[in-house]
């Protein structure tokens, strides 16, 4: 029997995230996920008088493609994939994690080529740019292990995440966004933690389920070269399957100039990869009230209510851009609720949120008690 929190899932990417329409043709990428998710969706997205494509995908075989592929071989697999993402309105990618380590073998240089060859043109360059996407992963046990959750009790937990009522979210943020387009000067300080740098002229991006599922953010970006400090992370974070805890950074005149973490050499190989690497594309504050806890996915920790993450690599070109380029976009993240030793923002002098809740009046909409 299906689980009538699936058909409620595929309503909220189909209807609300992507808005199909009739003659919308959707991609739909499931990866790693059980059939009942891409069945359900396809089934709903015609339900909405669109055509839908499936592609069944797995991160064992993509790692098997990698370990012992070609340039060659990628470049083909680009080339067709950019074909089809080309002649599509819409993407829906939904991804499992049977393993969250499952890439974490491949070297550094088939990485790197996957990255330029296949991901970036046909997903960075096409699908961000010309349709409209949604992603989001899907629960599995190794999801609830990573969460530390029972599985039942993390699926009720997943499910409550993606089918909030988002439209009352994205009514909320919008002074957020607007206070953070209005802001220069911006502090942060926290336990380890004391940053300071400007966000001036960048505009700032509210994050409402549209392109993401969960979803529970306003990001923006530093001026690049503006950032000073250090800054103590206080989540583990997983990067091309490595996990890093601990990791600190050290600032100067928008450079990382220090990096440690329980895996030091692995994170300054990945800050070395190229020059915007060791410069920051995106800061960001995260609002879900659902989301509450790290379980190593950054589609959900970036979205913990309370938290804020800084990001080493790439700025978002089309909509918070700070001139940062990079092969990386590493979302890092940083809780500042009472049980991980608190911390304030401050924009222009005022504070903006201090021990994860909302100061002001107008933001205190975006409080967990009053988004749930």
């Not at 250090?230 to 996990?243: A, D, E, K, M, S």
């Not at 994860?356 to 749930?372: A, C, I, M, R, T």
Request: hydrophobic share 40%; glycine share 8%; net charge negative.
């Amino acid at each position: 029997m299906l689980d009538p929190r699936l058909t409620r899932l595929a309503d909220v990417l189909v209807n609300y995230s992507t808005e199909l329409k009739p003659g919308d043709k959707v991609l739909i990428e499931a990866i790693d996920v059980p059939d009942e998710i891409a069945c359900e969706l396809a089934r709903v997205a015609r339900q909405a008088g669109a055509d839908p494509l499936v592609t069944i995908k797995h991160n064992a075989v993509l790692r098997a493609l990698l370990m012992h592929g070609s340039d060659e071989q990628l470049q083909l697999i680009a080339d067709t994939e950019a074909l089809r993402m080309k002649n599509v309105q819409a993407y829906i990618g939904v991804r499992g994690t049977r393993n969250v380590t499952e890439l974490s073998d491949v070297p550094d240089e088939r990485m790197k080529a996957y990255q330029r060859i296949w991901w970036r043109p046909v997903h960075g360059d096409i699908r961000v740019r010309q349709t409209r996407w949604v992603v989001l992963r899907f629960p599995s046990d190794s999801m609830a292990q990573a969460a530390n959750m029972s599985t039942e009790a993390f699926e009720d937990f997943y499910f409550n995440v993606c089918t909030m009522d988002y439209a009352k979210m994205s009514k909320a943020m919008q002074p957020l966004q607007k206070r953070m387009e209005a802001a220069d000067k911006v502090k942060i300080v926290g336990p380890g933690t004391e940053l300071a740098f400007s966000i001036k002229g960048i505009p700032a991006i509210g994050c409402d389920g549209k392109l993401n599922i969960p979803d529970g953010e306003v990001f923006t970006a530093p001026v690049r070269d503006s950032v000073n400090g250090t800054l103590q992370y206080n989540t583990p974070t997983v990067y091309n399957g490595i996990r890093f805890d601990d990791v600190r950074l050290e600032f100067k005149d928008g450079k990382i100039v220090k990096a440690t973490s329980s895996n030091t050499e692995a994170l300054n190989k990945t800050l070395d990869s190229d020059e915007g690497a060791r410069y920051i594309g995106e800061f960001a504050i995260g609002f879900n009230p659902y989301v509450t806890q790290p379980m190593l996915d950054i589609l959900f920790d970036e979205k913990i209510a309370g938290s804020f993450h800084f990001t080493p690599g790439a700025a978002y070109e089309d909509e918070a851009d700070n001139g940062n380029r990079s092969q990386v976009h590493w979302d890092m993240v940083c809780r500042q609720d009472p049980a991980h030793g608190g911390g304030e923002i401050w924009f222009d002098g005022e504070l903006i949120r201090k021990d994860g809740q909302f100061v002001p009046k107008e933001l205190q909409g975006l409080n967990p008690e009053n988004l749930k």
